[in-house]
């Protein structure tokens, strides 16, 4: 009978439980994604809100999530892994150049992949600060594995000898904070300027630190 649950199969309406839930957390999902990151943002959010988007009750997201936190924490997470995936995408097309074009291709993915959706940059740069110490250590850690990432390629081209050897990783932290800060500004208008301009400038600082670094290793 159309409709019924078959206890061998587990489906309804076609659809395996799994699926069912799998349809739910995606709409939660899609509502944080929308209320967090284009308005009104976290705090000015209930869970009440996420429900009357996404089109489910209370009950059901409860059976998803522990709290709106965890909703946050979970897109913030997605939001990572998708500029982390563009940047691990182009890497195999750019092993070949020179370091400074490397970084160059490397810092543009990154940005396309962090900052393309408007509303993953303003979840990833403004509403996930000063949450909890629980997202900031979550965010901490995402920051920490990009410093590694880029100390990890720097150090990669010193062995080949493109580069002058030396310790990488203040290099990294200080580029890695300052993407931080000027995208939560620009995310939250303090900064008038367009994307571009944006991922220009911040190409500029950290290239510029590379030349003066070879630069001083020819002198």
């Given at each position: ?7 061998a199969?587990g489906?309804?309406g ?5 699926e ?8 939660f999902?899609k ?15 209930r ?9 489910l ?7 998803e999530f522990r709290?709106l ?5 979970e897109?913030h997470?997605?939001i990572?892994?998708v500029a982390?995936?563009?940047v ?10 020179e ?6 291709r490397?810092f543009?993915?990154?940005a ?16 996930v600060i ?7 250590r ?9 410093i ?7 150090d ?6 493109e ?5 990488f ?5 200080a ?10 500004d620009?995310?939250?208008g ?24 070879d ?5």
């Open positions: 009978m159309a409709g019924r649950i078959t206890p199969a489906r309804y076609g659809r395996s439980a799994a069912r839930q799998a349809e739910r957390r995606g709409r999902l509502a944080g994604l929308d209320l967090f990151g284009a308005g009104p943002g976290y705090r000015a959010t869970i009440a809100d996420v429900c009357r988007a996404a089109g009750s209370s009950r059901q997201f409860y059976e709290s936190e965890d909703l946050l924490a897109l997470l997605y990572n892994d982390q995936r563009a691990l995408d182009a890497l195999p097309q750019v092993r070949h150049l370091p400074i074009d490397r970084c160059t490397l543009r993915a990154y396309t992949g962090a900052t393309a959706d408007p509303r993953h940059t303003r979840i990833a740069f403004v509403e000063g949450v909890s110490p629980r997202l900031d979550q965010r901490l850690d995402r920051r920490a594995r990009w590694d990432f880029m100390c990890e390629q720097l990669d081209a010193a062995a080949r000898g580069i002058p050897r030396r310790d990783r203040v290099t990294a932290a580029f890695v904070g300052a993407v931080n800060g000027l995208m939560h620009w995310a939250v303090w900064v008038d300027a367009t994307r571009d301009q944006i991922v220009d400038e911040l190409l500029l600082m950290l290239l510029g630190r590379l030349k003066v670094a630069e001083r290793a020819d002198g």
